[in-house]
């Protein structure tokens, strides 16, 4: 075997928390995890601020420290943690055959999936620059920093109607700005959004353009109908506009939703590839948490233990 071949007991491809979760329990399991971190190491919480709900931090923590701290105590583990993507995957046969960096093969084992999902952004500048500095993709994570102020958030899904109620709770005002003339929310969504008292919605609507320097200090939106626009002031703005689960190299081997979340067997982390396990935001579009993709990465280490020991693999 040349240096461009490598043979590894359990393979984690994706860096998030549960990418390090199962590294963490996989080290401890002797099962010589090789983390592949991917395009963005440490995942989505690198680009939030405080996490405030993660258990165990009472005084919170930065996302990216957060994420910094689940991997020192992984390496401390023995997991070796590498920078690079797998690039493509051949699950035939095993051992399992997964291309890192376009370059070197690895044979692997047993695979864990911990790719995650990428929030999906409206692509305006104002966007890109307010990131972090009062645009956000989640409001579970960030409408605390908001209590008793105006916000808004774009998106007519469900998950826009979920954060939309959530953050009433919170915030003074919310406004839903809707690009068509419906949702596309279940009923009972959209007449929870319709009957709460401050959230106003703005039908027709884009965003022009997020306001402020430094911080957000407004919106503006336009009438797709008319082409009149009209100045919102605010300090938040969230984006509810769907995810995208990062499974495309998965797509002719995992089964998978029309979406492109993966699937796995109630009640655990198989896929329909025995020997291949999935966590995280890759398979959860329910939850989304650092904590609930935490715990799944703990069971697709040890759904991987199990599994390779009763297969004789270890
Ligand atoms: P969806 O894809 O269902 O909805 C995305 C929304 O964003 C649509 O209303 C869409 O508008 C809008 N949108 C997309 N791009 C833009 C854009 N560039 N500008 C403005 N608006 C835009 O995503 P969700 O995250 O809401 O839901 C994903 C899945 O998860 C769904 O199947 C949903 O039912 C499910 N879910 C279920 C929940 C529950 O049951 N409690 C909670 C959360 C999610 P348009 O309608 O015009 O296309």
Redesign the pocket.
Same mark, same amino acid.
């Given at each position: 075997m040349n240096s461009s071949e490598e043979n590894v007991e359990c393979l984690i491809i994706g860096s998030g928390p549960a990418g390090f979760t199962a590294a963490i329990y996989a080290a401890r399991a002797d099962m010589k995890p090789v983390m592949y971190e991917g395009m963005q190491p440490g995942g989505q919480l690198t680009i939030t601020t405080d996490v405030e709900n993660y258990p165990g931090y009472p005084d919170g923590i930065m996302g990216p420290e957060m994420m910094d701290n689940f991997k020192k105590q992984a390496v401390r583990l023995g997991a070796d943690i590498r920078f690079g993507m797998i690039t493509e995957v051949d699950f035939s046969s095993r051992p399992f055959k997964c291309i890192a960096d376009g370059m070197k093969t690895i044979h692997a084992k047993a695979v864990i999936i911990a790719t995650g999902a990428s929030a !999906?952004w409206? @692509?305006i500048p104002s966007e890109k620059r307010l990131n972090g500095s009062g645009v956000s993709a989640c409001a579970v994570c960030d409408g605390f920093f908001y209590r008793g102020q105006d916000v808004a958030i774009? @998106?007519? @899904?469900?998950?826009?109607? %979920?954060e939309a109620s959530y953050l009433a709770k919170l915030c003074n005002k919310v406004h839903m &700005?809707? =690009?068509?003339d419906?949702? =596309?929310?279940?009923k009972a969504?959209q007449h929870r959004v319709e009957n709460t008292p401050n959230i106003e919605i703005h039908f027709n609507s %884009?965003?022009d353009e997020i306001l402020g320097d430094n911080l957000v200090e407004g919106v503006r939106i336009k009438n797709v109908v008319d082409g009149s626009t009209k100045e919102i002031k605010l300090t938040g703005f969230f984006v509810? &506009? @769907?995810?995208t689960p990062n499974t495309a190299i998965f797509k002719n081997w995992l089964d998978m939703d029309e979406?492109g979340y993966l699937i796995t067997k109630p009640d655990s982390t198989y896929t329909n590839i025995e020997g291949v396990f999935a966590c995280g935001d890759a398979q959860d !579009?329910?939850y989304r948490q650092a904590v609930t993709a935490a715990g799944s990465g703990c069971m697709a280490a040890l759904d991987a233990e199990r599994w390779l020991a009763a297969n004789h693999h270890a």
């Amino acid at each position: 075997m040349n240096s461009s071949e490598e043979n590894v007991e359990c393979l984690i491809i994706g860096s998030g928390p549960a990418g390090f979760t199962a590294a963490i329990y996989a080290a401890r399991a002797d099962m010589k995890p090789v983390m592949y971190e991917g395009m963005q190491p440490g995942g989505q919480l690198t680009i939030t601020t405080d996490v405030e709900n993660y258990p165990g931090y009472p005084d919170g923590i930065m996302g990216p420290e957060m994420m910094d701290n689940f991997k020192k105590q992984a390496v401390r583990l023995g997991a070796d943690i590498r920078f690079g993507m797998i690039t493509e995957v051949d699950f035939s046969s095993r051992p399992f055959k997964c291309i890192a960096d376009g370059m070197k093969t690895i044979h692997a084992k047993a695979v864990i999936i911990a790719t995650g999902a990428s929030a !999906k952004w409206l @692509g305006i500048p104002s966007e890109k620059r307010l990131n972090g500095s009062g645009v956000s993709a989640c409001a579970v994570c960030d409408g605390f920093f908001y209590r008793g102020q105006d916000v808004a958030i774009v @998106g007519a @899904g469900d998950t826009a109607c %979920e954060e939309a109620s959530y953050l009433a709770k919170l915030c003074n005002k919310v406004h839903m &700005i809707v =690009r068509r003339d419906t949702f =596309r929310a279940s009923k009972a969504m959209q007449h929870r959004v319709e009957n709460t008292p401050n959230i106003e919605i703005h039908f027709n609507s %884009e965003t022009d353009e997020i306001l402020g320097d430094n911080l957000v200090e407004g919106v503006r939106i336009k009438n797709v109908v008319d082409g009149s626009t009209k100045e919102i002031k605010l300090t938040g703005f969230f984006v509810a &506009i @769907g995810h995208t689960p990062n499974t495309a190299i998965f797509k002719n081997w995992l089964d998978m939703d029309e979406q492109g979340y993966l699937i796995t067997k109630p009640d655990s982390t198989y896929t329909n590839i025995e020997g291949v396990f999935a966590c995280g935001d890759a398979q959860d !579009k329910i939850y989304r948490q650092a904590v609930t993709a935490a715990g799944s990465g703990c069971m697709a280490a040890l759904d991987a233990e199990r599994w390779l020991a009763a297969n004789h693999h270890a």
